[in-house]
């Protein structure tokens, strides 16, 4: 008798609904709150690329050896150079960096000697395209530009 009065009045779901409410003050969130708040990665993460430029002049600071794209085991770098006639020098033009393929294992990063290639503790870089995860200079010289979301 008491099992069916349960059941008719609905107890069982009042119950869960009850104990749901009481446990919907943010204090009681464990959970992370991605993408409001960023989690912190370790030290040595290995995530978005990045090709530095000089925080003086804003000049790049790759000098367009190839080394990171002969280093690399998916040969996903490309590095787009011209020789300048007036100082002999190879001129960066383009550099596209596949994400989609790349394993971060951080050969190019090690092979980079002027330290221009970095892969940072970022790790925000999704796209809803093949196309868009490949990166140009100027993303990699400036980063993405995720969505910010407001709560
Ligand atoms: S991290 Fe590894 S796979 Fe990715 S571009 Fe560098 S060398 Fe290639
Ligand atoms: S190894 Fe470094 S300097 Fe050489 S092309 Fe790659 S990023 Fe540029």
Redesign the pocket.
């Known amino acids: 008798m008491k099992r069916f009065l349960r059941t008719i009045l609905l107890v069982d779901l009042f119950e869960g609904l009850w104990l749901t409410l009481r446990t919907q003050h943010p204090r009681n969130i464990t959970t992370e709150q991605y993408p409001a708040v960023i989690p912190k990665v370790g030290e040595r993460y ?1 995530g978005l ?1 990045r090709l530095n430029t000089n925080p003086e002049t804003g000049e790049t600071l790759c000098i367009s050896c190839d080394l ?1 794209a002969l ?7 490309v590095v787009g150079w011209v020789r300048n006639p007036e100082t002999k020098r190879k001129d960066l033009v383009n550099f596209t ?3 989609s ?9 090690d ?1 980079c000697p002027v330290d221009a ?1 970095e ?1 940072t503790q970022d790790y925000q870089m999704a796209s809803f395209t093949r196309e868009g995860q490949i990166f140009d200079r100027e993303v990699l010289e400036e980063g993405t530009k995720p969505t910010k979301f407001k709560w």
């Open positions: 290995r690329p990171c280093a690399c085991p998916e040969t996903l770098i960096y596949d994400t393929r790349c394993m971060f294992c951080g050969l190019c990063e092979a290639l892969l």
